[in-house]
């Protein structure tokens, strides 16, 4: 039986539109036209970083995000505006039916701040570049799973990208829950239900009812 259900950060929890648009400003680009070359990029298999090079050869993401921050220019997550509206909500039910919750992602520490604000409880908020681990790093799931002090199939991971969420929790002997929504979700597996997934949800809304339902879901009495 899972006790505790870990979240992705990106496009599981939060809509990252407002995120990207805001690279697309500071490249200069018309926000259509990166969306729609990250789309492009991401149906080939490549990863999100070669938008950028694709607009500026040798842009060093990481540097500029880093001078960012330094500045006092980077804009976090906002709990207000970025947040999806089913992200409460299915935290605060999935806590009444008794699961512990957790949040790890491949993410800054800021990103760590905000979701400790969030209106519920986290047994774990766990972020790469605090940890020196990023997914889909097969150690970035075994963090999990020894901050938790849990057997892995005890840990239910939930997640909107196949290759960075789904497979290596799958991998890891996690519960592999995968959420169709975001770029990656739709452009990867837009029908049916990817092999590697425990679970298939289309939106958080339905998630504990889902696993209330499931063979690895708790009941409520």
Known sequence: MVEVVVFDVGETLVDETRAWSGWADRLGVPRLTFMAALGAGLARGESHREVFELFRPGFDVDAEWRRMVAEGQYDPISLDTDLYPDAVTCLQELAADGYRLGVAANQPPVTAEVMARLPVHLDLIGMSDTWGLHKPDPAFFERIATELALPPARIAYVGDRIDNDVRPAR???????????????????????????????????????????????RRRA
Not at 195 to 217: D, W
Request: proline fraction near 11%.
């Open 171 to 217: 991998a890891a002997g996690m519960v592999a829950v995968f959420v169709r929504r975001g770029p990656w979700a739709w452009i990867n597996a837009p029908r049916g239900e990817p092999e590697e997934a425990s679970l298939v949800v289309e939106t958080l809304a339905e998630l504990p009812l889902r696993l209330r339902e499931s063979p690895f879901g």
